[in-house]
């Protein structure tokens, strides 16, 4: 059987490969690129639009980026680092919806004010320490904080309906910040890629084994999961950006650097309402604080979402316990991931976070009245009948070695790379497809160093201005490139925003 041969080869059919072929395609336009995608559609698993939080995940409201120190002062390092890497997202796809790539950017971005929301002396105290800790630096210049009601109820009115006049409440809020469908951006990047030569996309396609050949290359085996058709491709690259079952992938290569990495998969669950009479009442993403004992993707959150161009409503999410990584995976997933080389950190990690695991098999047998009683929290006047149950997509949270030796759970992404830089995959959950780029980034810094040189940098510095620059430290370099992409996608403008009272306030 003769091998399709190509320069990369893309597993997933998700935020994190479109991202990449993208960034390929523009470096160099020669690359041949297949993209391999189980399913039969692009963006089904963890990026398609409600298997997500759909937050364009900046740290504006994220509070669970921001925590107190020992000292007793606010952690920014996490928040300065996502706010930073959520701008070159918006700094690519802003050049993309400029060089006609990307449709109109309504379709898949959309002003929704970031907003925290916190109740009690002791989250108040914190919000309040927050604020006046973010509000100094550059990033963060545009955060607004009030412990006034009448404000709040300006902000969002539902989570003030009904609630006790004498509760000691703050908010926090971001004016632009944005829901993002991310669905739609990779469909749209991926309809982008097939209309250039030398791209090609297999749906229905799964991959059932790889090796490197002696060569260098990668053999990879895939079938045709409808015709059940056997095919092999080779190729000189391979990432896989598989969501939960790139663990499995990264396994199966045998790759040095993927050994001691085990996964821990969270579900999670959506209530969602359509009824306009409620939806029409709120427009922002409203987080507020982690219940004790939950996983940082567990951070509640009442939330505006745009889809498709209809605007809905979601509370949760509602994490709970499985052994898939997928969505569509298998309950055997997890056992069939444990390997000689991650038990050990897989069983420390067992031992450690037992409390996690009960909170999470708890968390998946509430009733329906005990999820509503939860958003009671953030809308008092919420009714059962209004909210209907909706499953979200799977996150796999990383578990590798600790310094010594065992296991700690991570919760992040990280990109793993092969010493001869042939394959990379990518790891982890939140805040996942908001940091694509930067992500993406760093496998082609580690994997294509020689595309980034001379015109490649210059290419570079076209799609994402700041590009080896920090936002950080530079706020003149901020104010330019933060004015070019607010203008670009139309963030903060009414030709995106959905008629609301709340959406200018």
């Given at each position: 059987m003769t091998a399709k041969k190509v320069d990369v080869l893309l597993v997933g059919a998700g935020a994190m490969s479109s991202t990449l072929g993208t960034l390929l395609k523009q470096?160099?336009?020669?690359?041949?690129?297949?993209?391999?995608?189980?399913?039969?559609?692009?963006?089904?698993?963890?990026?398609?639009?409600?298997?997500?939080?759909?937050?364009?995940?900046?740290?504006?409201?994220?509070?669970?980026?921001?925590?107190?120190?020992?000292?007793?002062?606010?952690?920014?390092?996490?928040?300065?680092?996502?706010?930073?890497?959520?701008?070159?997202?918006?700094?690519?796809?802003?050049?993309?919806?400029?060089?006609?790539?990307?449709?109109?950017?309504?379709?898949?971005?959309?002003?929704?004010p970031h907003s925290s929301f916190v109740w009690g002396e002791e989250n108040v105290n914190f919000l309040r320490k927050r604020y006046e800790t973010l509000k100094q630096h550059h990033l963060f210049t545009a955060i607004e904080y009030s412990e006034d009601p009448e404000v709040i109820k300006q902000w969002m009115p539902l989570i003030m309906q009904g609630r006790a006049a004498d509760e000691k409440i703050a908010a926090t809020r971001v004016a632009y910040g944005s829901d993002v469908n991310f669905g739609e951006l990779t469909r749209s990047l991926v309809k982008n890629l097939q209309q250039q030569e030398g791209f090609e996309l297999l749906l229905n396609t799964k991959v059932k084994g790889l090796s490197q050949q002696q060569d260098k290359t990668w053999q990879v085996s895939v079938k045709n999961t409808k015709t059940g058709d056997a095919s092999t491709i080779n190729a000189r690259f391979v990432f896989v950006g598989a969501g939960g079952a790139a663990l499995t992938l990264l396994q199966k290569s045998g790759i040095p650097e993927g050994h001691g990495y085990a996964g821990f998969p969270v579900s999670g669950q959506w209530l969602i309402c359509n009824k306009p009479s409620i939806v029409d009442q709120h427009y922002a993403k409203v987080y507020g604080k982690a219940p004790i004992g939950a996983p940082p993707m567990s951070v509640p959150h009442l939330d505006t979402r745009i889809i498709d161009g209809k605007k809905t409503l979601l509370f949760g999410p509602y994490a709970g316990f499985t052994t898939k990584f997928l969505k569509t995976g298998s309950i055997t997933d997890l056992p069939f991931s444990i390997r000689p080389n991650n038990i050990i950190p897989l069983m420390a990690v067992g031992m450690k976070n037992m409390d996690l695991t009960r909170y999470l098999i708890g968390e998946s047998r509430q009733s329906h009245s005990a999820r509503v009683d939860s958003l009671r929290k953030y809308f008092p006047d919420a009714k059962d009948e209004d909210w209907d149950l909706s499953i979200a997509g799977q996150r796999v949270q990383i578990i590798k070695k600790d310094a010594q030796g065992k296991g700690k759970l991570e919760f992040g992404t990280e990109v793993i790379v092969s010493a001869d830089k042939s394959f990379a995959a990518l790891l982890g959950a939140s805040p996942g497809a908001s940091t694509a780029v930067q992500a993406m980034l760093e496998v082609v810094e580690r994997s294509f160093p020689q595309l980034i040189e001379g015109e490649g940098k210059a290419r570079m510095l076209r799609m994402i201005p700041s590009y080896k620059q920090s936002l950080v430290d530079n706020a003149e370099l901020l104010k330019t490139v933060r004015e070019r992409t607010l203008r670009v996608l139309l963030l903060g403008s009414d030709m995106c925003i959905a008629e609301h009272p709340t959406a200018k306030s």
């Open positions: 470096l160099d336009p020669s690359l041949t690129i297949a993209m391999v995608e189980r399913l039969d559609q692009v963006a089904q698993e963890s990026t398609d639009a409600l298997n997500n939080a759909g937050t364009g995940h900046a740290a504006y409201c994220e509070l669970n980026y921001t925590p107190l120190k020992a000292d007793g002062n606010i952690d920014t390092t996490k928040a300065f680092s996502i706010n930073s890497a959520f701008e070159l997202s918006l700094q690519l796809w802003s050049f993309l919806v400029e060089e006609g790539a990307l449709p109109n950017p309504c379709r898949f971005i959309n002003t929704a």
